[in-house]
C-alpha cells in the first residue's frame, strides 16, 4: 500500500485509536500543529500547548506513524498577555521544529497581521516552512491580506503552504508560487471536491498538498487515503506527490 502524509493534523486532541486507523489506512507520515484548543491567557499557557503537540507526536511512534511538528501562535490563539516573550520561544524552538504553524489571520485584526508577518520573518531567518491557516468565513477580504501579507515577508514562496483553500482561492495561491493545501473536512471540501481541484491543476501538482486538518471539530482522519484511492481509481499519474512527496520535502 502507497504511504501517505497528512500535512496538517492536531494530534494533541485526537484519541489514540485515530493514530491506529490511519497507520492502518497508510497514512504513516502526519505534521501535527499547534492550533486553538483553548483560549490562552499568556505565552506560559500557549507554552503548555506546545508541549501537548510535541508529546502527541511522540506518541505517534507507537503506531508507526512519524509525526513531523509545527508550533507557532494561530490567529484565533494569540496569547492575552506575552506575545513577545512567545515569539522569542518560537526562535529558540526553530531548529527543532519541522515547521512554523499553524498561523494566519481569521479577521485580519492589525493584532492578527503582526503576529504572523512576525512569524513568517522568524521562520525565514532558519528556512523552516510555514503553514498558513485561512479561515473558514472564506472573507475575500481576509484571503488576500495573507497573501499580501506572506508576499511582504521575508518568507520564501516555496516553503510556504496556504492553507485550506478552496477552488476560488487555489489559483491566486498557485499564482503566487506558492504551495497549496486542501483540506478534506466537513464545512471544507470533499474528497470528491478535493480530487477535482487536484485533476483541475495537475500540471502544479507538485505543489499540493492534501489534508484532514484533524482537530475537535468534526473530521475525517482517513480523508488523506480517500482521496489517494480516489484519484488511483481515475488514473492520476502523480498521486504519490499530491498525498505524500511534496510534504516529505517540505518537511
Ligand atoms: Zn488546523
Redesign the pocket.
Known sequence: MLAKFDS?V?LDVRPEDDVRRMSLAGIRYVLT?A?DPMPFRNHEALMGHWEAVQSAAEDASEYLVDARIGLGIHPRAVPEQGIEEALRALESRLDDIDAVG?VGLEKATDQEVEVLREQLDLAATEDVPVVV?TPRSRDPKVISRILETVKESDADPELVVVDHLDEKFLDAVLGEGFNAGITVQPGKATVEEAVEMVLEHREDSDRILINS?A?RAPSNVLAVAEVALELERRGFDDVEAVVRDNALQLF
Open positions: 496538517h492536531h500543529l492550533h499553524e491557516h486538518d482537530s
